[in-house]
């Protein structure tokens, strides 16, 4: 018996209908069901589920953080190779029009994306402006998952090892992970295969179409409920296909979080340059900053940032009325790992709908879908199915997402 693990990536609870998605649905009938998900803040899943830590336990909170002395991007004929396909793509801005500048700049990002990867880095530059970009490296994805030294607690992957089971991850994701199946389709393929050709105790599947067709089409968009009607179809699919050769499985359906509708846009890059033209501090040199989809992370670089920036955040408009600044109470109770170096001396996280664009992951597009809000929302919620052979019937209202590491070790008899 194997236990399957199919990461539905921000599979919100309730896009699981029994119209929409009859099969998920009758799993959900049959099994274990959590009829919702709560994760903590942030951008960094995978670590509550492989380990059970919370990101106040883990240390994990968004994808990147500021950790000079671990970046890819220290080499300094490496940034200065950067810094001159920044220059170019600014050339383009120039002369053209804002559209076709953005998509000069993803094709320059895509080309150069493939050789860093070609010279062994594997965090991608993103649109993280190059002349900073050696200040950062990736947090939860900085050391490959399957290391023992990857997490401060044995993860999964570890018990499995000192079990002696066996697992396969080729079908899974992390940023420093390239996996050989591009598609959600190839991933179900590729388990389908390796099933049939030798047993594995645990297999990990990650499905991303929840997530890619949420940003682009918006969670409550006819588009998107044709994608989940199509999903369904695949999933039941895939169960039934293992099931009619090696049957007696147990199949957990995560959807690790939610999604919200995006409302308003900000253009938070614009307020911060005009925050720091009235202190007259440097961008780049007195301060640095990050810009995430649902958060702005700011680093005082000297003592003349520290003494002026504070006042000019607190004061303000377009920050104070469309979202909070991290705080103790607000960080103890979304389970934030803060105060923390790594993820600003100033962080801003955007209330709900609320989308910062252009950020450092997109620029050219905005998505109507967005992730990373408060997690006790209700469209932050995920959903989570754990159905199979020997799988109890109980039906539950919410767990938080490190319940999904128990729900595998029990699963695994570990």
Same mark, same amino acid.
């Given at each position: 018996?194997?236990?399957?693990?199919?990461?539905?990536?921000? %599979?919100? *609870?309730?896009?699981?209908?029994?119209?929409?998605?009859?099969?998920?649905?009758?799993?959900? $009938? =049959?099994?274990?069901?959590?009829?919702?998900? =709560? $994760?903590?803040?942030? %951008?960094?899943?995978?670590? =509550?589920?492989?380990?059970?830590?919370?990101?106040?336990?883990?240390?994990?909170?968004?994808?990147?953080? %500021? &950790?000079?002395?671990?970046?890819?991007?220290?080499?300094?004929?490496?940034?200065?190779?950067?810094?001159?396909?920044?220059?170019?793509?600014?050339?383009?801005?120039?002369?053209?029009?804002?559209?076709?500048?953005?998509?000069?700049?993803?094709? +320059?990002? !895509?080309?150069?994306?493939?050789?860093?990867?070609?010279?062994?880095?594997?965090?991608?530059?993103?649109?993280?402006? !190059?002349?900073?970009?050696?200040?950062? #490296?990736?947090?939860?994805?900085?050391?490959? *998952?399957?290391?023992?030294?990857?997490?401060?607690?044995?993860?999964? %992957?570890?018990? +499995?090892?000192?079990?002696?089971?066996? !697992?396969?991850?080729?079908?899974?994701? #992390?940023?420093?992970?390239?996996?050989?199946?591009?598609?959600?389709?190839?991933?179900?393929?590729?388990?389908?295969?390796?099933?049939?050709?030798?047993?594995?105790?645990?297999? +990990?599947? !990650?499905?991303?179409?929840?997530?890619?067709?949420?940003?682009?089409?918006?969670?409550?968009?006819?588009?998107?409920? *044709?994608?989940?009607?199509?999903?369904?179809?695949?999933?039941?699919?895939?169960?039934?296909?293992?099931?009619?050769?090696?049957?007696? @499985?147990?199949?957990?359906?995560?959807?690790?979080?939610?999604?919200?509708?995006?409302?308003?846009?900000?253009?938070?890059?614009?307020?911060?340059?005009?925050?720091?033209? /009235?202190?007259? /501090?440097?961008?780049?040199? &007195?301060?640095?900053?990050?810009?995430?989809?649902?958060?702005?992370?700011?680093?005082?670089? @000297?003592?003349?940032?520290?003494?002026?920036?504070?006042?000019?955040?607190?004061?303000?408009? /377009?920050?104070?009325?469309?979202? +909070?600044?991290?705080?103790?109470?607000?960080? @103890?109770?979304?389970?934030?790992?803060?105060?923390?170096? *790594?993820?600003? &001396?100033?962080?801003?996280?955007?209330?709900?709908?609320?989308?910062?664009?252009?950020?450092?992951?997109?620029?050219?597009?905005?998505?109507?879908?967005?992730?990373?809000?408060?997690?006790?929302?209700?469209?932050?919620?995920?959903?989570?199915? @754990?159905?199979?052979?020997?799988?109890?019937?109980?039906?539950?209202?919410?767990?938080?997402?490190?319940? #999904?590491?128990?729900?595998?070790?029990?699963?695994?008899?570990?």
């Amino acid at each position: 018996m194997s236990t399957i693990l199919l990461l539905l990536d921000a %599979f919100r *609870h309730d896009y699981l209908s029994e119209k929409t998605t009859p099969f998920l649905w009758r799993c959900a $009938q =049959e099994g274990e069901y959590y009829a919702g998900v =709560e $994760q903590s803040m942030g %951008f960094c899943e995978r670590s =509550e589920i492989l380990t059970g830590l919370r990101g106040d336990e883990s240390g994990f909170f968004t994808a990147i953080g %500021f &950790d000079p002395p671990n970046s890819p991007y220290a080499n300094l004929s490496c940034t200065q190779f950067l810094n001159i396909t920044e220059l170019t793509a600014l050339f383009f801005s120039s002369i053209f029009s804002k559209n076709f500048s953005a998509r000069v700049q993803e094709k +320059l990002r !895509y080309i150069i994306s493939g050789q860093l990867r070609k010279r062994g880095i594997k965090m991608s530059p993103y649109f993280i402006p !190059y002349s900073w970009i050696h200040l950062f #490296a990736l947090t939860e994805d900085r050391i490959d *998952h399957r290391d023992p030294t990857a997490f401060k607690t044995p993860s999964i %992957f570890t018990l +499995l090892n000192t079990a002696g089971r066996t !697992y396969c991850y080729d079908s899974f994701t #992390a940023l420093n992970f390239q996996s050989p199946y591009q598609s959600d389709e190839e991933r179900l393929n590729a388990v389908i295969r390796n099933i049939k050709k030798s047993h594995k105790d645990l297999y +990990l599947v !990650y499905i991303a179409a929840a997530d890619v067709y949420g940003h682009a089409y918006g969670p409550a968009s006819l588009e998107f409920r *044709h994608v989940l009607i199509d999903l369904d179809g695949h999933l039941e699919h895939f169960v039934k296909t293992i099931e009619s050769f090696a049957p007696g @499985n147990r199949y957990i359906f995560l959807g690790d979080h939610g999604m919200a509708t995006v409302t308003n846009r900000i253009d938070a890059e614009k307020e911060i340059i005009r925050l720091l033209c /009235l202190t007259e /501090l440097r961008k780049g040199h &007195d301060v640095v900053y990050f810009l995430d989809s649902t958060m702005v992370r700011l680093w005082v670089m @000297n003592d003349k940032a520290r003494k002026r920036l504070p006042h000019a955040l607190a004061s303000s408009k /377009l920050f104070n009325e469309n979202g +909070l600044w991290m705080g103790h109470a607000l960080a @103890n109770r979304c389970h934030v790992p803060w105060p923390d170096r *790594h993820y600003g &001396d100033y962080l801003w996280v955007a209330n709900s709908g609320n989308l910062v664009f252009p950020d450092f992951f997109h620029r050219r597009l905005p998505c109507k879908g967005m992730h990373g809000y408060d997690p006790h929302l209700p469209e932050s919620h995920g959903m989570c199915i @754990n159905w199979g052979k020997g799988v109890p019937m109980n039906q539950h209202t919410i767990m938080p997402l490190t319940k #999904a590491f128990n729900i595998l070790k029990e699963n695994l008899k570990l």
